[in-house]
């Protein structure tokens, strides 16, 4: 089970943190990824970290301004989130990777959080 929460409303510029903490499963053996849905698009990749933490990739959308970490002892990752801007406004969605390697596609994942909003407003 996976539990995303940090999601608000913030100006443009502004910065959010998301957590995702997981229970119910060997969370450090898999790679963790970051998702958005943004309304009426398809859901997107953000980034994603490996097992260990060693590897990271994000989209080029995002590439410089969000980060992505994860604590292996508190079964948490986190996407810090900078220089939002409004295009940034969608649900994100963090998940369980099938393996500890990063992937990009949303079939990698097998398990889904619930999703939490970031509004970014101009």
């Known amino acids: 089970q996976l539990q995303a929460s940090g999601g608000g409303l913030v100006q443009a510029g502004g910065s959010l943190r998301l957590s995702c903490a997981a229970s119910?499963?060997?969370?450090?053996?898999?790679?963790m990824g970051w998702f958005r849905q943004a309304p009426g698009k398809e859901r997107e990749f953000v980034g994603a970290?490996?097992?260990?933490?060693?590897?990271?990739t994000y989209s080029d959308s995002v590439k410089g301004r969000f980060t992505i970490t994860r604590d292996n002892a508190k079964n948490t990752v986190y996407l810090q989130m900078n220089s939002l801007k409004p295009e940034d406004t969608a649900v994100y969605y963090c998940?369980?990777?099938?393996?500890?390697?990063?992937?990009?596609?949303?079939?990698?994942?097998?398990?889904w959080g619930q999703g939490t909003l970031v509004t970014v407003s101009s």
């Open positions: 970290i490996s097992w260990s933490g060693n590897r990271i």
């Open positions: 119910g499963r060997t969370f450090s053996r898999y790679a």
């Open positions: 998940a369980s990777g099938r393996t500890g390697t990063i992937m990009t596609v949303t079939t990698s994942y097998d398990y």
